[in-house]
């Protein structure tokens, strides 16, 4: 509904008690149903811009959506199919029924193809990707082709079906690898070297230039947004934020007693990823194709992070934290932090959500969803259905 609809049924609301409600339940109505109509007019007119995301049942993926709708995109979603549908990021932001989905296979170049032809999108969004780091060491080839092949074979396709069509690749400061080190800490910016140390981050590498290369050579509109970690209530299970949140959030309930990490000592660049998708978008408004980098500047270990979210809730986290062999990985970058001034002259961004904060709604939000489960309540949501990480025998236990 426009301001001025609203403002009618406001001062509606006002003479209600002298006119009665039916005309109040006839204006809404009309309103609706106008807006609505204008909505299909625009799609049909082809005014209303149309974006794809890959990896749309992800973090980043259910944000993009959500944002894009509330700017008035149509939006398409690729999606792999799995024996059990994994929806209940889109579902938690209200953002399920709005999407439209199309099952694609990232090793499948037609499939691709196929979603191009049916979305015709004026902008792409290509978050899919084994983005987790320790796996890429279990996985390594798998992880090059989904994370950094697969980018390849979009944007080809992208040269042969829509070469109009605005391009974004989810780079990472996992791709500045040792150079954060080199660097003394101090932060990295989009002219620092690029020294990757993990599989995950080889193959982004690989995505990023292969993004350049099309760019330059192609002329398509190609960007690599090279974004530092970035945490939210949807964050995986896995993540260290995301695991150290939903812990605490157990032990202050009952409901476990330890939390078992690997290298406390990392340091990371954590931000908060709406406002993080914010800045994938304002890439591709851009009059001319770059790359940017998007952080805090600031950077705290994980240890720091481990007694921030027991301080929240009054434990001493000494407690309850045991260091464990099996979250130790072959090589882990040991400090990330982000020169985001680029992004500041040319985007316009800049990061709002402080790490103190971060880590209060993260711990605050999982303490919400158990204490909504012990009461029996049931709503889209991963943890109560995370096989229980003594299950899981990872390289850093058999080597
Ligand atoms: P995420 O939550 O792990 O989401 C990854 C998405 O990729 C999911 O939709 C997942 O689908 C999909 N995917 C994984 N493997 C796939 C495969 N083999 N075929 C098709 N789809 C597959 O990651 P995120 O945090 O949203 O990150 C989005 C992107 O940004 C990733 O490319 C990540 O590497 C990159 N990135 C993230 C950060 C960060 O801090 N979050 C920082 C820099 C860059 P399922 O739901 O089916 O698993
Ligand atoms: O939360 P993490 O797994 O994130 P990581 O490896 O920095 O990667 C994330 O950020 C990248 C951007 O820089 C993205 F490209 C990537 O897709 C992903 O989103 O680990 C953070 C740090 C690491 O140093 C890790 O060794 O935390 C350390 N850590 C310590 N104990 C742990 C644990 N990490 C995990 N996942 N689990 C632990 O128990």
């Avoid at 959506?65 to 579902?91: C, D």
């Avoid at 934020?241 to 032990?251: D, G």
């Avoid at 202050?252 to 931000?271: I, Q």
């Avoid at 709503?379 to 850093?396: G, L, Q």
Wanted: aromatic letters at 12%; charged letters at 25%.
């Amino acid at each position: 509904m426009s301001n001025f609809e609203h403002l009618v049924i406001i001062l509606w609301l006002g003479l209600d008690k002298l006119v009665g409600k039916i005309p109040l339940v006839i204006l809404i109505s009309w309103c609706y149903i106008t807006n609505f109509v204008k909505t299909k007019n625009k799609v049909r007119e082809g005014q209303m811009k149309k974006a794809l995301i890959t990896g749309i049942t992800g973090q980043d993926g259910a944000y993009i959506a959500k944002l894009l709708l509330e700017k008035g995109y149509e939006v398409y979603g690729t999606y792999r199919r799995l024996s059990t549908p994994n929806f209940w990021r889109l579902e938690y932001l209200g953002a399920f029924e709005k999407v439209n989905l199309i099952p694609v296979d990232l090793s499948d170049f037609g499939s691709i193809v196929e979603a191009l032809k049916i979305s015709q999108p004026d902008e792409i969004y290509h978050l899919a990707a084994q983005s987790f780091v320790e796996a890429s060491f279990e996985t390594p080839v798998a992880t090059g082709d989904v994370t950094g092949l697969s980018t390849t074979r979009i944007l080809e396709a992208i040269r042969q079906v829509c070469p109009d069509t605005k391009f974004y690749f989810a780079g990472s400061s996992e791709m500045f690898g040792k150079s954060g080190l080199l660097n003394g800490e101090k932060p990295l910016s989009e002219k620092d070297m690029l020294y990757p140390m993990s599989p995950y981050s080889a193959a982004k590498l690989y995505g990023y230039w292969i993004t350049k290369i099309y760019r330059e050579g192609y002329g398509i509109f190609a960007v690599n947004g090279i974004l530092f970690n970035h945490e939210s209530p949807l964050r995986g299970l896995e993540f260290v934020t995301r695991k150290i949140s939903n812990e605490v959030a157990k032990i202050v309930l009952g409901l476990s007693k330890e939390l078992r990490l690997g290298n406390l000592d990392a340091k990371r660049d954590w931000g908060y990823t709406p406002e993080y998708v914010e800045s994938m978008w304002l890439m591709l408004q851009q009059k001319d194709p770059d790359d940017y980098v998007i952080a805090t500047g600031i950077a705290h270990s994980v240890r720091e992070f481990v007694e921030k979210a027991f301080e929240i809730v009054g434990l001493d986290w000494q407690k309850y934290v045991k260091v464990d062999k099996r979250f130790f990985r072959p090589l882990d970058v040991p400090c990330l932090i982000g020169d985001y001034s680029k992004a500041k002259e040319k985007l316009g961004w800049e990061p709002k959500t402080r790490f103190e904060k971060l880590v209060e709604l993260m711990v605050r939000e999982d303490i919400n969803r158990w204490e909504r489960w012990l009461k029996g309540e049931r709503f889209p949501w991963d943890a109560p259905n995370y096989p229980s990480e003594n299950k899981i025998i990872t390289r850093a236990l058999r080597m």
